[in-house]
C-alpha cells in the first residue's frame, strides 16, 4: 500500500516554509521527493527555537520529513549537471526560486520543458507576473501586510497584526501541492507536463476577498467591504465560569436549541433571531447575547449542555493543551519515532485518509546532503565521480 | 482551452463555507460543477451583509461561481433518486454532511462505490473518524478554538481571538480539492474511486503544530510550544513617520542591506545578528532594532530604499486598500461581470495559471434550483416527470 502519488518523483528546490509544505504534502501522499539544498542548506534549518543538532531545528523537521536531500553547489557546473540529471527524469519540479533566478540558471520552464517534456514545472512566486512587484521577494509577514489580512484584524482590534502563524506561506505552498496534483492528472490524460505559477499576494487577496469582499462584491459597492461578524469584537473564545469556550449556533435548529440551552427558549420567535438571515443582520446582538449567556455556568456543564442539543461547540485549547487533546490523543494524532540522529522526536500525522492507500514508510527529515551519495549513484555517478564532486564542493553532505 | 480539470463531474452536497470553496476550486479549475441544495438553500445565501435579491448574499456569490444549481429534496424518493442518478454518472462527491447523516441517506461510500466503482467520495468532517468528537457538528469558530489558533493569539497578545476569517473552513476547504486532485491521478492509474476523509480539527492542528511545535518537536521537549518570533509583539506592520510598513529580511544579504539601509552598517558584525541563527536566537533584539529604525522615515522613503537594495517589504494593505493596490490592478486580478440577475459583481479571478489551458467560460454563481429543469432533463427526466417533481417538491426551483 502506498499512498495516491506513489512513484511520483518530485524535485524540490524550496526553502523556508512555502515551498517545503507543498513537497512535504506530495511526500505525506506518497511521492519520492528529493530536496536540493545549496551550500549551507534551507534557512529554515537554523530558525526558531529548539534544535539538538545544528542545523536541524524542530521547524525544519516538521516541514521536511519524507524527504531525501542532495547537496549541490549549482553555481558549480558539476552540481548544475547533477540537477539538470535529476529533472530529466522527473515529474514534477518544485521551486520559490524568484523567476528571474530560474532564467539565470537554466531551470525556467521553457529550458526544462525541452530537456523532459513531462515535467510538471511549479514555480511558486510572491507575486505574479505581469504586476509591478514581480520577482520581488516577499516572505509572510510582507504578504499578510500587503493582502488584508493584517486589515482585517484592523478593523476587528483597531490594531494592523499579522496571524502569529506563517499562514500564508503555509496556505500558498498547500495551494501549490493541490495545482500540483491536477496538473498531474491532467498528465495522465494528454502526456504532457506544464507550467504552473502560484502567486502567494494573488492568492491570499482572493482568500481574503471571498471572505471580505461582501456588499463590494456589486458595482457599486452595496457597502464598505468586511464581514461584519467575523470583525466583530466578540469573535473569539468567550469567557465562561471558570474559563472560555465557543460555542456557534448557525441554523435554526442549532440557534433555538441554543436559546432554550441558557433559558431563553422565546428568543425563537423574536424577529432578530428567529432565521439565519435576522441573526446574520443582528449579528452584534446575537454575539453579545451569546456573551452574556456563556458567563454563567462552567466550560464543563456548558459543553455537556451543548453536546447533548448538539449544538456545535468547543472548549478552547492552548498551544500546549494540543499535545493532550483527548480527540487528537484517541485518533492517534501525534506520532512519536526515534530519530537516527536527532533522537526522539514528535510530530502530527497526515490528518487525511485515503482508503485506496496511504503512505507507509516514513524517512526521517534528513540532515544536510544525507542522501547525497546515494542520488548520485542512482543518477549513474561512480565513487570516483562521486569523490571528485565531494572534493571541489559541486556535491556535498554535512560532515563529510 | 480549458483547465486540467475539464470534463470532469463534480456533485457537490456542501453548505457555507468549507465545502463551497472545495468545490469553487475544482470548477474554477475546468470541472463540472453541479451543487444539489435542500429546500431553504445553502445557509450562506442568507449570512453576511451585502445582497441585490433575496438568498444571494455577496459571500456566497463569490464561494459559488461556476457551479449549476439543483434543488432537490432528498428526503423524498424522486429526490433521492435523482441524487443517486447524478452520483452514477459523476467523478467526484464532496459533501460536508457528517458522515452518520450520509449512511443515513445511504451516501456513504460503502454504498456509491457499489453503484459507480470510479466514484471519489470526499467526505469533509469537523472531526475525524476514531474519536470522541466524530459525527459532533462544527463551525470554522469552534476549530479555531480547539486547533490553538486562538491560543497562538493569546500567547501572542494576552487574550484568546480568532483570526477575522473563515480561516478552517476555507484551509480545509482547499485540502479538501488537493486531496480531490490526487485521488483523480491515482484513479487514472487504478480505474477506481475511493474514499476520502478530511478532518478541520486535524488538518488545522497539523497546521498550527507545523508552525508550533518548535521545540516540543523533541520528546523530552526541550522547551515549551510556540516560535516566538511569530509570538512577538513586533509581529505586525509596523508604524513609519506617517503610516505601516513591514519589512523582513531574512537571509544575510538581505539583513546586511538593511543594516546599511538604517544606517548601522556594523551590524553585519554584531554576534547577536550576523547569521541567521544568531538572528532568530536574538529574534527579540533584532524585532526592536526594526520597529525603531522604521519609524525614522516615511513609508514611500523606505519602500524606495528597501526595493533599491531588494529587501523584502511591502506597503500595508487596509481592505478596501485591496481594491486599489497597484500590483493587483495591473496583473487583472479585480474581474467585472454582469450577473443575469444581480447586476454588475466584481470578483478576484483565479489566482493561479497553467499552461496547459484554464477555465475560459465563467457560469454566474446560480440562484438556488436555477438549473433544476436542465439536469432532471440531462438525466433523462421527460417534462412531465420534471413537472410532477417540481409539484410535490421532490425537485424545486425559486420562483417555480
Redesign the interface.
Known sequence: MS???DGVRVVDLTT?VVGP?ATR?LAD?GAEVIKVEAPGGD?LR???????S?AMS??F???NRNKRSIGLDIKQPEGAAALRALLARADVFVTNVRPAGLERAGLD?ATLSALNPRLIHCSIQ????????FN??????????????????????G?????????TD??AG??A??????????R???G?G??????M???M????????????????P??????????SPY???LPTKDG?????P??NR?AFAFFAAIGRPELREDPRFN???AR??NAAAFFELRAEALREKTTAEWLDIF?AA??????????????E?????????WE?DDHPT???????????????GMREETIPAPRLGRDTADILRELGHDEESIATMMKTGAAFAEGA
Open positions: 499512498g495516491p502519488l523556508v509544505i504534502t501522499q534557512i537554523y530558525l526558531a527555537a529548539g534544535s539538538r545544528p524542530g521547524k523537521i516538521n516541514f520552464f510572491a507575486f505574479g507576473r505581469g504586476g509591478p512587484y520581488r521577494p516577499a516572505y509572510d509577514p510582507v504578504i499578510q501586510s500587503l493582502s488584508g489580512v493584517a486589515g482585517a484584524f484592523e478593523r476587528s482590534t490594531e494592523p497584526r499579522f496571524v502569529p502563524m506563517v499562514m503555509h496556505i498547500l495551494i501541492a493541490q495545482c500540483v496534483g491536477f496538473a498531474l492528472y491532467r495522465e490524460r494528454t504532457l506544464e507550467a504552473i505559477e502560484v502567486p499576494f494573488e492568492n487577496a482572493s482568500f481574503v476577498a471571498s471572505e471580505h469582499l461582501g456588499a463590494a462584491t456589486f458595482e457599486p452595496l457597502g464598505p467591504a468586511g464581514d461584519e461578524r467575523l470583525l469573535y473569539r473564545p472560555f469556550i465557543t460555542a456557534h448557525n441554523d442549532q432565521t439565519p438571515k446574520s443582520e453536546a448538539d449544538v456545535p461547540a468547543a472548549r478552547y485549547n492552548r498551544l500546549e493543551d494540543l499535545l487533546d483527548p480527540h487528537l490523543a484517541e485518533v492517534g494524532f512519536q536527532e533522537g526522539r522526536i514528535r510530530r502530527a500525522r497526515t490528518p487525511n485518509r485515503f482508503s485506496g
